[in-house]
């Protein structure tokens, strides 16, 4: 089972629609959730992070979290094209911030 | 701005050879990095942790004797690929956390594209 599990896409919304992107985790202990959006070609840059059940919010960005059934999820809202990327999830258990990271969801904002 | 740097940004060898790739830290000191190796449309994959100080942990499958890591600052750790081969051609990417503890997100260099001949 893999540890970290996303639709690969491509996630196809039209620009100024809410993008809806899902991730699920098989390790119970993870403490650490990211999203991290990559564009073609370019190394990951950090969307969001959450630690706690629930919501959070940044701008645009809200990421879900749902410890009980192993989820996290990122909405974005008011899509641009700009946001047209691959989105990677990632976890962390334990110190240093080691990452595991899922293959990523590609995104296409349409105009 | 860019809190990890990474040079070079691509590189182009002839297989045998050995590419050197730095990481460095900036305007903060790690102690950990992290080096990842991206195929196309694959996800990154962890290959070793770099530790300031001391021998770098590599993950299952990646040869350390192949992939050198030495961490030998607080600012600067380096991977080189030995023998580089066709198949070691890959995005390879670094990354540090300011702080040590697990809410302390990483960043990533900008990554080098190493291409092998």
């Known amino acids: 089972q893999k540890e970290v599990e996303q639709n690969s896409g491509p996630l196809s919304v039209p620009e100024g629609a809410i993008a809806s992107l899902n991730c699920t985790y098989s390790?119970?202990?993870?403490?650490?959730f990211f999203w991290y959006r990559q564009y073609s070609g370019k190394s990951p840059e950090l969307i969001m992070s959450?630690?706690?059940?629930g919501d959070k919010e940044d701008g645009r960005f809200t990421a879900q979290l749902n410890k009980a059934s192993q989820y996290v999820s990122l909405l974005i809202r008011d899509s641009q094209p700009s946001d047209s990327a691959t989105y990677l999830c990632a976890f962390a258990t334990g110190t240093a911030s080691k990452l595991t990271f899922g293959t990523g969801t590609r995104l296409q904002v349409t105009l | 701005g860019a809190v990890v740097s990474q040079h070079p940004s691509w590189v182009i060898c002839k297989s045998g050879t050995s590419v050197k790739i730095e990481c460095r830290s900036l305007?903060?000191?790690?102690?950990?990095m992290f080096w990842y190796r991206q195929f196309p449309k694959q996800s990154l994959m962890l290959m070793a942790t770099?530790?300031?100080?001391?021998?770098?942990?590599?993950e299952q499958g990646v040869e350390k004797d192949k992939f050198l890591i030495n961490h030998a600052s607080l600012t600067l750790s380096t991977l080189t690929v030995t023998s580089a081969h066709p198949e070691d051609s890959s995005f390879y990417i670094c990354s540090a956390s300011r702080g040590s503890g697990v809410n302390s997100p990483l960043h990533f260099g900008n990554g080098t594209r190493l291409t092998v001949t």
């Open positions: 305007d903060f000191q790690a102690t950990t």
């Open positions: 390790d119970r202990v993870s403490q650490s």
């Open positions: 959450i630690y706690s059940n």
């Open positions: 770099s530790n300031e100080g001391s021998k770098a942990t590599y």
